[in-house]
C-alpha cells in the first residue's frame, strides 16, 4: 500500500517521538535508581 509523503512525513515524526519517549523512559529510571 503506498502512503502519500505526508503520511510518511508523520509516520517518521511518530517514530522520533517514540524513540524520544522510550530514551526519556530510560534516563528516568537511572536517574531515580541513582537517587534511592
Known amino acids: 500500500m503506498l502512503k502519500s509523503?505526508?503520511?510518511k512525513k508523520n509516520d517518521n515524526l511518530t517514530?522520533?517521538?517514540t524513540?524520544?519517549?522510550?530514551n526519556s523512559k530510560i534516563i528516568i529510571?537511572?536517574?531515580v535508581?541513582?537517587?534511592i
Open 33 to 35: 535508581r541513582a537517587l
Open 5 to 7: 509523503p505526508v503520511d
Open 15 to 17: 517514530e522520533i517521538i
Open 19 to 22: 524513540d524520544i519517549f522510550a
Open 29 to 31: 529510571i537511572f536517574v
